[in-house]
């Protein structure tokens, strides 16, 4: 048995320390955290201090159970899991739960896992900060007590199975505000003017700084132009500088890395966590723009020796960002001399981002120089003026420069000629083009992450899981969506007349954006009109600083929970007993037929219309919405529409098929199967030769799923997944050995694969690592998100039945720690 025995939260993290520490070392991991809250009522004693009841994780029992032993034999136990709080707080749960003793137990913490930052930590251990670790539980305590509190009302009063969160629904009402901005905004059109002017046989472009708001008016200017003789009036060269950016922060990464690769704020944790583990960047969590001075050093002489010693210039960043946590380094390549690394091509792309920033941010400024060229008339007012920019020393350019959020962006510098004052210069084109003004841009995952940075919301460890909660609790959809055509008005000089054109353009159309659902709205409303100051923006970043003091010892945790508790549970009590019902109803209008009242609302299933009065003798009609219609907006006619369905299409293999819209969108029922319909259809109009085709394709792919059954067994079949092969057994679903062709396994060799007997199905193993996973999720999903190393890392998901039985077995134990 070794003498020390180190606990990290990840299996990829402790692979890597394994390297750099001698046979005297056990590395092992916990898998993330190893206890919460106790699931079972509120796990907070409110009135007796706002005490903890923690309870290990089922799923970690047997994680818990030999670490337990390993550590009994081991001399020393160091704690090496992350800097930050959360890593903290699961190294004092560790602590408390192994029963560890002081005497023999070390925290060690480290920025990058190489060998130095190893040995150094070995060399520099320190006792567990609690100050860390009660900010951490006042986190997690006050979020219970947000969740546990509202989210009842909301099943009250809008519907079950609705969910509230500090952070969460704050982010809700960024994006639900956006969408409310961009739905009223009222679009103005004007004209800009540009011109293409020749000097020399080198041709640039030139704009009108002024815009005519109407077609009289640029028509008017166009007619002046005619015959007109231009000339530079003046001529200002001015030397400018660029500076690079500093290096990433978490949110920074994930602004950049949504801009340039395409990643969501999830992927990009995953593959920054999956590096950091694997030794190749430092922590990915961190509000810090600082680098340490070996970093600096290590930046210049890989800059000296890859682009000359005229590149180099070292600098130092101070974070701007509300509320810095940590006192951490940027993320930044453990090794600068390396410029790749990676597994697979994403941790590469990734890497290479992270590299080729911090290696700019060392880099000289680019010069430049800018040119302003004004062009007179002789029969004008007005100016043109064209811009330009050329390069003198590219500076950090050479390796990189950072992306913005501006979509809307038509200011275009180019290169200009060589121009003198006084010159004649020839007009080869001069057109007016009909322009709109655009509304505020809904929010990418990458802008409300910096919007949430700018208000102080959130912590860079919460950006990803925010996201994730409020688009897995049917809040926000992120989706595309296309645009629809417009019409401009073109004016365009050719020869000695103007051409006046209407042309066509497609707008609005919306890429990874996100949008905020009926439901979303409805809860917002609800919570902003009951609970404003739960969702305040000031609230919310008020509790983040609240939390930083305590991380520095300036505040006592329980104080805080209490004084927030007390007032928000009385309002709670009085918001559920006076409060009525909300449904985002609307009153449409009359039904032309019956004469009945129309609403639209939120019901079960969702967003509805329905005609008639739920307390007449005659139920009322109800129709859902499509995926493209809400609440706030659908007009009469457009719900009148939707009691047209169901319609009949026409008939295929002497059977009708029948268009309608149930509780997962637009279908085609044919012969008692249901074939879903495609977002780029119509259920209202869709045709037989369009609905025939949907139902052969789905067949088609049912048939390419099947690569085997068995007639002694049907409920066992081998079938084609979107992660692969795997294997059915009636509602379970198990990963199938890489070295076995699925087709050839026979039925016996499938039973031992799942190790399931029909007669005497065995009791299942619980902890991490089985291969069992639910019906809906192929295995080979599973098995990828065990290797990602996240903080908190699920065992995969076991029946309800043989949970329950092992849980008797061996009960979690609980325990009533304060801090």
């Given at each position: 048995m070794a003498k020390n025995l180190v606990i990290v939260e990840s299996p990829a993290k402790g692979k890597t320390i394994e390297g750099f520490l001698g046979k005297d070392y056990t590395v092992k991991s916990s898998f993330g955290h190893i206890r919460d809250l106790a699931k079972k009522g509120l796990g907070i004693n409110t009135e007796g201090n706002f005490e903890p009841t923690y309870e290990i994780d089922p799923d970690k029992i047997n994680v818990v159970s030999e670490l337990k032993k390993l550590a009994k034999n081991a001399e020393t136990v160091w704690l090496a899991t992350d800097e930050d709080r959360e890593g903290e707080a699961i190294s004092w749960h560790l602590y408390e739960a192994l029963e560890l003793a002081k005497k023999n137990t070390k925290r060690i913490v480290f920025h990058e896992i190489t060998k130095k930052a190893i040995n150094n930590a070995i060399e520099n251990p320190r006792n567990i900060d609690i100050n860390l670790v009660n900010a951490q539980q006042a986190r997690r305590i006050l979020d219970r007590l947000v969740g546990f509190e509202l989210s009842p009302v909301l099943w009250k009063k809008i519907k079950p199975s609705l969910s509230a969160g500090r952070v969460q629904s704050a982010a809700v009402r960024l994006i639900v505000e956006r969408e409310r901005e961009y739905l009223d905004f009222q679009t103005s059109s004007s004209f800009r003017v540009t011109a293409i002017f020749e000097s020399n046989g080198s041709s640039f472009k030139a704009e009108l700084p002024k815009r005519f708001v109407t077609l009289n008016e640029a028509e008017t200017f166009l007619n002046n132009c005619l015959n007109a003789q231009f000339k530079v009036e003046n001529l200002e060269v001015k030397p400018a500088k660029r500076s690079p950016a500093a290096p990433f922060t978490t949110s920074t990464l994930q602004q950049e890395a949504a801009r340039k690769l395409g990643f969501s704020v999830a992927q990009t944790m995953r593959l920054a966590q999956r590096l950091y583990e694997s030794g190749k960047i430092t922590y990915m969590r961190t509000d810090s723009v600082n680098l340490s001075q070996e970093a600096v050093n290590a930046a210049k002489s890989a800059i000296q020796k890859n682009y000359g010693d005229n590149y180099s210039f070292p600098r130092q960043y101070k974070t701007k960002s509300k509320g810095a946590q940590e006192a951490h380094e940027a993320i930044r390549p453990s090794y600068m001399e390396v410029n790749s690394a990676g597994e697979d091509n994403q941790e590469r792309k990734l890497y290479e981002l992270i590299w080729k920033r911090t290696i700019a941010s060392q880099m000289a400024d680019a010069q430049l120089e800018k040119t302003n060229v004004t062009i007179s008339s002789n029969s004008l007012k007005e100016n043109f003026v064209a811009q330009g920019e050329v390069i003198k020393f590219d500076g950090f350019l050479k390796v990189y420069l950072e992306s913005t959020d501006d979509e809307n962006n038509e200011n275009d510098e180019g290169t200009l000629p060589l121009l003198k004052i006084g010159q004649d210069l020839k007009n080869k084109e001069i057109l007016a083009t009909e322009r709109f003004s655009y509304p505020p841009s809904r929010y990418t995952e990458a802008s409300l992450v910096k919007k949430l940075e700018e208000l102080g919301i959130g912590r860079p460890s919460t950006y990803a899981p925010t996201i994730s909660t409020v688009i897995n609790r049917g809040y926000v959809v992120k989706e595309d969506r296309m645009g629809r055509t417009r019409n401009y008005n073109?004016?365009?000089?050719?020869?000695?007349?103007?051409?006046?054109?209407?042309?066509?353009?497609?707008?609005?159309?919306?890429?990874?954006?996100?949008?905020?659902?009926?439901?979303?709205?409805?809860?917002?409303?609800?919570?902003?009109?009951?609970?404003?100051?739960?969702?305040?923006?000031?609230?919310?970043?008020?509790?983040?600083?609240?939390?930083?003091?305590?991380?520095?010892?300036?505040?006592?945790?329980?104080?805080?929970?209490?004084?927030?508790?007390?007032?928000?549970?009385?309002?709670?009590?009085?918001?559920?007993?006076?409060?009525?019902?909300?449904?985002?109803?609307?009153?449409?209008?009359?039904?032309?037929?019956?004469?009945?009242?129309?609403?639209?609302?939120?019901?079960?299933?969702?967003?509805?219309?329905?005609?008639?009065?739920?307390?007449?003798?005659?139920?009322?009609?109800?129709?859902?919405?499509?995926?493209?219609?809400?609440?706030?907006?659908?007009?009469?006619?457009?719900?009148?529409?939707?009691?047209?369905?169901?319609?009949?299409?026409?008939?295929?293999?002497?059977?009708?098929?029948?268009?309608?819209?149930?509780?997962?969108?637009?279908?085609?029922?044919?012969?008692?199967?249901?074939?879903?319909?495609?977002?780029?259809?119509?259920?209202?109009?869709?045709?037989?030769?369009?609905?025939?085709?949907?139902?052969?394709?789905?067949?088609?792919?049912?048939?390419?799923?099947?690569?085997?059954?068995?007639?002694?067994?049907?409920?066992?079949?081998?079938?084609?997944?979107?992660?692969?092969?795997?294997?059915?057994?009636?509602?379970?679903?198990?990963?199938?050995?890489?070295?076995?062709?699925?087709?050839?396994?026979?039925?016996?060799?499938?039973?031992?694969?799942?190790?399931?007997?029909?007669?005497?199905?065995?009791?299942?193993?619980?902890?991490?690592?089985?291969?069992?996973?639910?019906?809906?999720?192929?295995?080979?999903?599973?098995?990828?998100?065990?290797?990602?190393?996240?903080?908190?890392?699920?065992?995969?998901?076991?029946?309800?039945?043989?949970?329950?039985?092992?849980?008797?077995?061996?009960?979690?134990?609980?325990?009533?720690?304060?801090?």
């Open positions: 073109l004016l365009t000089i050719i020869g000695n007349k103007i051409v006046k054109e209407i042309k066509t353009e497609n707008t609005g159309a919306e890429k990874s954006k996100l949008f905020p659902t009926d439901m979303g709205m409805v809860v917002n409303d609800f919570l902003v009109q009951h609970f404003d100051e739960i969702v305040d923006y000031n609230f919310t970043a008020k509790v983040e600083q609240e939390f930083d003091e305590i991380a520095d010892g300036m505040q006592e945790w329980t104080k805080m929970i209490r004084e927030f508790y007390g007032p928000f549970h009385k309002h709670v009590e009085v918001t559920t007993e006076t409060s009525e019902r909300a449904s985002g109803e609307r009153k449409l209008g009359i039904d032309p037929v019956s004469g009945k009242n129309i609403y639209v609302r939120i019901g079960r299933f969702g967003p509805l219309v329905q005609i008639g009065e739920a307390s007449e003798e005659e139920k009322p009609r109800f129709a859902s919405l499509r995926r493209d219609q809400r609440l706030e907006s659908i007009t009469l006619e457009e719900a009148l529409d939707l009691f047209k369905l169901p319609r009949v299409i026409g008939v295929f293999e002497d059977k009708e098929m029948v268009a309608a819209i149930g509780r997962f969108g637009p279908y085609i029922r044919h012969s008692s199967s249901f074939y879903s319909i495609p977002k780029t259809d119509d259920p209202m109009t869709i045709e037989v030769d369009r609905a025939v085709e949907i139902i052969l394709a789905k067949r088609k792919a049912d048939s390419e799923k099947l690569i085997k059954k068995f007639d002694e067994n049907p409920d066992v079949q081998i079938l084609n997944g979107r992660w692969g092969p795997y294997l059915a057994i009636q509602k379970n679903n198990y990963k199938l050995p890489k070295d076995r062709v699925p087709a050839d396994l026979s039925l016996e060799e499938c039973y031992q694969i799942a190790k399931y007997d029909p007669a005497n199905p065995p009791a299942e193993k619980k902890g991490w690592g089985s291969k069992k996973t639910t019906a809906k999720r192929e295995p080979v999903k599973k098995a990828a998100r065990k290797s990602e190393g996240t903080k908190s890392p699920k065992a995969s998901v076991k029946k309800a039945s043989a949970k329950k039985a092992s849980a008797k077995k061996q009960k979690p134990k609980k325990t009533t720690k304060k801090a």
